[in-house]
T-cell receptor
Framework: SQTIHQWPATLVQPVGSPLSLECTVE??????LYWYRQAAGRGLQLLFY??????ISSEVPQNLSASRPQDRQFILSSKKLLLSDSGFYLC??????????FGEGSRLTVL | KNEVEQSPQNLTAQEGEFITINCSYS?????LHWLQQHPGGGIVSLFM???GKKKHGRLIATINIQEKHSSLHITASHPRDSAVYIC???????????FGTGTRLQVFP
């Protein structure tokens, strides 16, 4: 069966520190992969979208970046975190957009 | 104006009540998702609709493509139904979903 794992679940980081959130998918191949952010009281905002290895589309200008080194691995990174990067980050996968599976989420607090 | 609007934003109910959450959108779509987000943050997909109606247990989802509107109904609501319900649409010719801001439901015993 298809599963998606995301870690770490919770992260508290100081301003200016680096970030790495990892997401892996099992049970499918060549999925579309997504990183979303959900700020407190707001809807899901698409950050990055990938249709294949090394193919990343950035939706929102920011100090975050994403990479897809393997077919089923998606990584969200930052070299220097800002206070405004705090939020709940969700990884998701889909084959055609008609089915949709989310990871458990990573709650990031930047102090 | 958001491309996906949900109403109400917040909803409280007594256990056993029938609940309706609405979603209106302004773009042509190929599919619409209803998602459930529990207090811990995890999101699960409840339904994916492209036409008509789907039922799963006490949950019913309907969509009217012509009117660009969908509803999620919960019959005989229960405190464990308390969650945020999110509508998301898949516009035509894209793989990128557009999300509503969610409806926070609290069901009291």
């Amino acid at each position: 069966s298809q599963t998606i794992h995301q870690w770490p679940a919770t992260l508290v980081q100081p301003v200016g520190s680096p970030l790495s959130l990892e997401c892996t998918v099992e049970g499918t191949s060549n999925p579309n992969l997504y990183w979303y952010r959900q700020a407190a009281g707001r809807g899901l905002q698409l950050l990055f979208y990938s249709v294949g290895i090394g193919q990343i589309s950035s939706e929102v200008p920011q100090n975050l970046s994403a990479s897809r080194p393997q077919d089923r691995q998606f990584i969200l990174s930052s070299k220097k975190l800002l206070l405004s990067d705090s939020g709940f980050y969700l990884c998701a996968w889909s084959r055609t957009g008609r089915e949709l599976f989310f990871g458990e989420g990573s709650r990031l607090t930047v102090l | 104006k958001n491309e996906v609007e949900q109403s109400p934003q917040n909803l409280t109910a007594q256990e056993g009540e029938f609940i309706t959450i609405n979603c209106s959108y302004s773009v042509g779509i190929s599919a619409l998702h209803w998602l459930q987000q529990h207090p811990g943050g995890g999101i699960v997909s409840l339904f994916m609709l492209s036409s008509g109606k789907k039922k799963h247990g006490r949950l019913i989802a309907t969509i009217n493509i012509q009117e660009k509107h969908s509803s999620l109904h919960i019959t005989a609501s229960h405190p464990r139904d308390s969650a945020v319900y999110i509508c998301a649409v898949l516009p035509l010719n894209t793989d990128k979903l557009i999300f509503g801001t969610g409806t926070r439901l609290q069901v009291f015993p």
